[in-house]
Every structure is written in C-alpha cells, then in structure tokens.
C-alpha cells in the first residue's frame, strides 16, 4: 500500500543552519504530496504542498520539490530559526481508491538553538 | 478565518467512563477526521467521516466509535475507557474535492486514570 518515510529525529541545529528533512513515498500514479508543521502546544497546519511532478512549494522560507523519478519530497530551509523549532510531517494522498484521507509519516522533531 | 475547535484542551477521566470528545469546525467542509497522536507513532487514524450520519473505520478503530448528526460537528466517543487510550488526539476536517488540505484543531490530551 501507499506510505510515507521521513528522516528519524529529533534533529538540532544552530540558528542560520541549513535544514533537511528527508522524506520519500511509495505510492501508485501521481499522488499530491504535503508538508504540515506542529509548533509545540498547537495542531498541525499546512506548511506546503506540491500536487504535480517537479512542483515546488514553499512557503514561510521553506522549500520542497516533487521528485517523481526519486520518490522524495525533501524539506529545505537556507536559514532556520529558533520559532522554527517544531515536530514536521510528510504526507501524501493517493490521487486514486480511497484517496479521502492522507497517508502520513511519523514526523521529525526540529529543535533550533540561539 | 479557518476555525476547528475542539471541546477540551485537556481531560482526565477513569477507567470505563464514557468519554465524549467534540468537534466542530466553522468550513463547510464535507469531510471530518480524528487521529490519535503518541510519540515515535505519529499520526493515525481513527475514524472519518465524509458526509452527515456517513462514517468509515480508519486504521485502528478498536474501542472508539464516533457521531456525526451534522455537517459542522464530529464527536469521538470512548464507549468505557482504558489506560492504552491516554492520548492526544486530533480533530481535522477538509473539504471533498479540491487541494484537500486538512485543517486541525488544537488538540484534546486524554489521560485515563
């Protein structure tokens, strides 16, 4: 079935570093592709999306790429702040079956220090 | 702007109570959702709904059902309680077509004592 594979965490950086996240999915066709945020204490949001291949959305200084050859929607970020501190996840929706619901990763916990 | 809110931020109930927990979001969206979120799990689905009094199992139903008598209103229910549901689950809701970007609620953490 469909699934969605991110980097494990929790991931630390200094403030001004680059950021990655990996995240690559398993799923038939041209499924849309979806990065959400979840600040400490909140619910998620939306944080980009990419319903095509070789989309890129961003959004607040983040970036990632539909790559349909390589399966992956990596998260980039030239220059992280400490407010970034945040779990992410990766999900995607199946663009055919039963495609009413995301198929989500387990999330990668991001800690920015000053 | 967008609203899902949530009856509860946090609860503590016993073993075997029946626990109702609320949702209701202010979109119009057609589909409602409730995940349960545990670390190193991520997210997962309990139940969705894609229309009034409609509902389908998610991936681990057991020991949850859920309500939907209106468009704007999704109620997760835990028939009697256990220790393994302490949690914090997460309400969200999207439209049926379309970009079908979910929209979530604060979240209610659950402890059953």
């Known amino acids: 079935g469909d699934s969605v594979t991110q980097m494990e965490g929790p991931v630390t950086l200094s403030e001004e570093a680059f950021l990655t996240i990996n995240c690559t999915y398993t799923?038939?066709?041209?499924?849309?592709l979806f990065w959400y945020v979840q600040y400490p204490g909140e619910g998620l949001q939306l944080l980009l999306k990419?319903?095509?291949a070789d989309d890129k959305g961003s959004n607040k200084g983040f970036e990632a790429t539909y790559r349909k050859e390589t399966t992956s929607f990596h998260l980039e970020k030239g220059s992280v702040q400490v407010s970034d501190s945040a779990v992410y996840f990766c999900?995607?929706?199946?663009?055919?079956?039963?495609?009413?619901?995301?198929?989500w990763g387990l999330g990668t916990s991001l800690a920015v220090n000053p | 702007d967008v609203k899902v809110t949530q009856s509860s931020r946090y609860l503590v109930k016993r073993t075997g109570e029946k626990v109702f927990l609320e949702c209701v979001q202010d979109?119009?969206?057609?589909?409602m959702f409730w995940y349960r979120q545990d670390p190193g799990l991520g997210l997962r689905l309990i139940y969705f709904?894609?229309?009034?009094?409609?509902?389908e199992k998610g991936d681990i139903p057991e020991g949850y059902s859920v309500s939907r008598e209106k468009k704007e209103r999704f109620s997760l229910i835990l028939e009697s309680a256990s220790t393994n549901q302490t949690s914090m689950y997460l309400c969200?809701?999207?439209?049926?077509?379309?970009?079908?970007?979910?929209?979530f609620g604060p979240g209610t953490r659950l402890t059953v004592t």
């Open positions: 969200a809701s999207s439209f049926l077509a379309g970009s079908y970007e979910q929209y």
């Open positions: 979109m119009d969206h057609e589909n």
């Open positions: 709904s894609y229309d009034v009094k409609m509902k």
């Open positions: 799923a038939t066709g041209y499924p849309s």
């Open positions: 990419a319903t095509k």
């Open positions: 999900a995607l929706r199946a663009n055919a079956g039963n495609n009413r619901k995301l198929i």
